[in-house]
């Protein structure tokens, strides 16, 4: 059935589940997870098990409804997304929901529409969708898709059942990168480790480039000596820095590699503790540290990720970095 790709959302999708079928589900519905937790996927499936005119509770996968959702073409389900060149849900996006759930539905009961990112809902757009809130038609469901229920205005949350998506577990995480996409075993467990539960980042992980640079960094950071902090600077700049890349992608570039440096120390302070992240690189661990070197490093490490978000020279922050952590070491 439906439902069951959702892996860890046990508890969410039951109460759905009732609710449908003691026919005592809100008119608004919002989804929060962090970016990549399958938001987008449970609200298709969400789509499914409310116009689908076979399960009970869920979607049948089978029928004509549930193959239009999968689609993307079904009369009475709309995704209303925020345009690819804009920064926020501009008004024209919410009121061309609030349009769509004027008519009538097409085919069965009721209507069903999905607004994702609603934490970046423009003034114009929020006032709109409240208003769409405070009367809603009686046939329809309304879906919003959050990263936080806190960057939601009070207004809007009030007049939703909030639905939280649990992030998944490491294991949970690994198993399924192994058995639906392919993953290495060792790959997939140190992507389920970095993920925060978040299916989306750990796809990126186990990309070519991703894993690349990852290796490069618990190497490089594991062996750094006084001599080469510049050479290692310089390196790690031209790997962040690639064509078409804003500003803002290579200091979110720059950032993630430290997320690699980090978990290195990490892994060294908890050695024999906790599983490894950079289990397919034990051998590159510096273990010789003990806990409180390890931990002051990766602590280092993450202070050098805010300045690099607070846009300081990322180069200077990179060489003050790795200056301490050479430090460190042979203190």
């Known amino acids: ?3 069951d790709r959702l892996i860890g959302q046990e508890p969410l999708v039951g109460a759905f ?15 929060v997870g962090p ?12 789509g499914k098990a409310l116009l689908c005119r076979v399960g009970d509770g869920d ?12 689609h993307g073409n079904h009369p009475d389900f709309g995704v209303f ?16 929901l609030q349009e769509a759930l004027a008519l009538k539905p097409f085919g069965g009961q009721r209507k069903v529409v999905v607004l994702p990112e609603v934490h970046l809902l423009s003034e114009g757009a929020a006032n709109c969708l409240l208003k769409t809130l405070e009367e809603p038609p009686g046939d329809a469901v309304v879906v919003l898709l959050a990263d936080s229920a806190a960057e939601i205005l009070p207004t809007i949350l009030s007049r939703c059942q909030v639905l939280k998506m649990a992030p998944l577990s490491r294991a949970s995480m690994a198993d399924l990168l192994v058995r639906e996409h392919g993953t290495p075993a060792d790959q997939a467990a140190y992507a389920a480790a970095m993920s925060g539960g978040s299916l989306g980042r750990a796809l990126e992980l186990v990309e070519a480039d991703w894993y690349d640079m990852k290796r490069w960094v618990v190497e490089r950071f594991s062996a750094v000596t006084g001599e080469d902090v ?21 200091r979110q ?17 908890c050695a024999g503790a906790v599983a490894p992240v950079h289990a397919d690189q034990v051998e590159c661990s510096p273990r010789h540290l003990g806990l409180e070197v390890a931990a002051d490093i990766a602590d280092r490490v993450l202070a050098a990720q805010t300045h690099i ?16 952590i050479v430090n460190r070491q042979a203190a």
């Open 1 to 3: 059935m439906s439902f």
């Open 17 to 31: 589940r009732k609710a449908i079928r003691a026919d005592r589900l809100a008119h608004a519905l919002l989804v």
């Open 35 to 46: 970016p990549g937790s399958g938001k987008r996927t449970l609200a298709r499936e969400m």
């Open 59 to 70: 979607g049948c996968d089978a029928c004509r409804d549930c193959r239009l959702i999968e």
């Open 81 to 96: 997304a925020r345009e690819s060149e804009h920064s926020l849900v501009r008004i024209a996006t919410a009121r061309a």
């Open 230 to 250: 510049f050479a290692v600077t310089d390196e790690l700049l031209a790997r962040a820095r690639r064509p078409g890349r804003t500003p803002a992608a290579f």
């Open 253 to 269: 570039a720059l950032c993630r590699s430290l997320d690699f440096a980090a978990a290195l120390y990490r892994d060294a302070a």
């Open 309 to 324: 978000q607070a846009n300081a020279n990322p180069g200077l922050v990179l060489d003050v970095l790795l200056i301490e």
